[in-house]
């Protein structure tokens, strides 16, 4: 069991950065693989990036490679999104998840949850 705490969003302009932080329980973090997913008001949930235990590997969605960045220290037991050039559409909540036998970008993987922070970009 591991719970998830999502920190750090809040409103940007557009072009401005963010940095989100999820802060994990429990003392097997490090073999979790992590995800970050975001809702969209009207939308479905959409993957954003993944990282692997080690942090070796990593993917992004189209929309956000190249401007977003993920993550994480296995001695804090927190992961992290690095997100720059931020736009309107990236207005959404975002989440983070661990999976705890896969390393997927489908939310249906994903064996926890956090609450969710809300990430609003204003033009």
């Known amino acids: 069991q591991v719970q998830l705490v999502e920190s750090g969003g809040g409103l940007v302009q557009a072009g401005g950065s963010l940095r989100l932080s999820c802060a994990a329980s429990g003392r097997t973090f490090s073999s979790y693989f992590m995800g970050w997913f975001r809702q969209a008001p009207g939308k479905e949930r959409e993957f954003v990036a993944l990282?692997?235990?080690?942090?070796?590997?990593?993917l992004y969605s189209d929309s956000v490679k190249g401007r977003f960045t993920v993550s994480r220290d296995n001695a804090k037991n927190t992961v992290y999104l690095q997100m720059n050039s931020l736009k309107p559409e990236d207005t959404a909540v975002y989440y983070c998840?661990?999976?705890?036998?896969?390393?997927?970008?489908?939310?249906?993987?994903?064996?926890?949850w956090g609450q969710g922070t809300q990430v609003t970009v204003s033009s």
């Open positions: 990282i692997s235990t080690t942090g070796g590997t990593t």
């Open positions: 998840a661990a999976a705890v036998s896969t390393i997927s970008t489908r939310d249906s993987d994903y064996n926890y």
